[in-house]
């Protein structure tokens, strides 16, 4: 394994200068590409190149629209390359209580504190240190190796689509894809005391809607029934109370079969009995919380809510904005369908802000195998598995040019550590960092035919 012992130096290693210089470079998105801060991008753009000298001179690079880059890495054969995707933009930071500044990269306690990394800087720099290393021993890898680095994955832009449009162009398609998603996840299920290094084979879709109500408006002294606040009011109760039908899709279902033998002896031959009953698997996850939930159904939430202006004023026009992440198997349009069955009143608008489908799922097949071998090797505590994965990322693009597309960043992260991503004090612990450029180099120097 990479992380080597307390005491040795593991945090004066390049990587870690290296990722901390990129952290401290805000690199806010924003939907609003006037409000984007370009020579922030600019100068991360310049830091990645003085961090990764040989990873610019050595490769192909073709510049994208909205800061994204696109390197080739040429192999000794260019049949059936493989495509390494990460992003350099973050999130804004809304709490206030990070307990270290959240742009500082400080170092303390063996970890690296900031915005970025988790996601996705962290891994951006596990993917370039691999590449720079094996640069400066002269590897070559067995097939061409594409590195696509998006600049606007947190605000669902473009960047990654030009990348898609330019492999496309060249004729490019990809044995596989890898992009950010699933972890070597530590208490990812109650009763497992074992890793979980889950691999998403596809992601939720997601579905934006604006509901809208208008009226009258008028002094709040004289208020009619059923204004447009009352109407939304009563749309969000009829949402709450009508979920939409739950079922465990395949890659849960082997999700649920590769954990059963590292569950509590006891326990082992319900689940093998359960993984054989998913409607009844269904029902259980259905009552272990919104987090097992949403492993089995497309989620509804409404996640903001607008009306007057004034606490005297009756609003003329009232709003709520539903975010639905669409499991494998329904569609967006099914999901629209069933919000305006469900609300049943004529008088509000549905307008569809942001849509996209349900990833296909990709197979846990050769590529896969590589993929959990290599896990193997760097976390062998660790039991990798497919999974659905219920956020969003870059790798929904890369579906168009190829059908194995998998979403993993081989980072331990805590539970905490999970909560963190988007949230306050996100951090990465160094020697997890340096067994993430362990693994992609171990990824590279092992593809079909390479000098490993």
Wanted: overall charge neutral.
């Amino acid at each position: 394994m990479a992380s080597v012992s307390v005491g040795s130096g593991r945090e004066a290693a390049p990587a870690v200068a290296k990722l901390r210089a990129l952290v401290r470079i805000p690199t806010v998105g924003d939907r609003d590409p006037a409000q984007v801060d370009h020579a922030v991008f600019d100068a991360f753009l310049a830091e990645l190149r003085a961090q990764f000298p040989l990873l610019h001179e050595r490769l192909e690079l073709t510049a994208l629209p909205g800061h994204g880059l696109l390197f080739r890495w040429p192999g000794r054969s260019p049949a059936d390359p493989v495509v390494l995707v990460a992003h350099l933009d973050v999130v804004p930071v809304v709490a206030d209580d990070w307990r270290r500044p959240p742009f500082g990269a400080e170092l303390a306690d063996g970890a690296v504190w900031g915005r970025g990394t988790l996601d996705d800087k962290g891994p951006l720099v596990t993917i370039c240190e691999a590449v720079e290393t094996l640069l400066a021993r002269g590897s070559v890898p067995a097939r061409d190796v594409w590195l696509s680095f998006g600049g606007d994955e947190e605000v669902a832009g473009t960047s990654a689509r030009h990348a898609v449009d330019e492999l496309e162009r060249r004729g490019v398609r990809p044995w596989f894809v890898l992009d950010e998603g699933g972890a070597v996840a530590g208490g990812a299920l109650p009763g497992l005391r074992v890793p979980l290094a889950v691999v998403g084979v596809t992601e939720k879709g997601v579905v934006t809607l604006l509901l809208r109500a208008e009226g009258a408006g008028g002094h709040a002294s004289t208020p009619a029934r059923m204004g447009p606040t009352a109407r939304i009011a009563r749309a969000v109760l009829r949402l709450e109370r009508a979920p939409l039908p739950a079922r465990a899709p395949a890659p849960t279902l082997e999700l649920f079969r590769r954990i059963t033998p590292h569950v509590p002896r006891a326990a082992r031959p319900l689940l093998a009995r359960l993984t054989g009953l998913p409607r009844l698997l269904t029902r259980l996850l259905l009552a272990a919380g919104p987090e097992a939930a949403a492993m089995v159904r497309t989620t509804l939430a409404v996640t903001t809510l607008s009306g007057s202006p004034a606490l005297n004023v009756i609003a003329a026009g009232a709003t709520a904005g539903v975010n639905a992440r669409v499991m494998v198997g329904d569609t967006v349009a099914g999901v629209v369908a069933h919000v305006r069955r469900t609300i049943a009143d004529d008088g509000i608008s549905i307008e569809v802000v942001e849509r996209h489908e349900p990833s296909p799922v990709s197979p846990w097949d050769e590529a896969f195998g590589l993929l959990e071998s290599t896990t193997a090797a760097v976390f062998p505590d660790a039991v990798t598995t497919p999974y659905v994965m219920m956020a969003s990322a870059d790798a929904r693009h890369f579906t168009r040019i190829c059908e194995r597309v998998y979403r993993f960043a081989p980072l331990r992260m805590s539970r905490a550590q999970r909560a963190s991503i988007h949230g306050a004090d996100e951090h990465v612990r160094v020697a997890d960092l340096l067994d993430g450029v362990e693994w992609y180099r171990r990824l590279l120097l092992a593809l079909p035919g390479g000098d490993g």
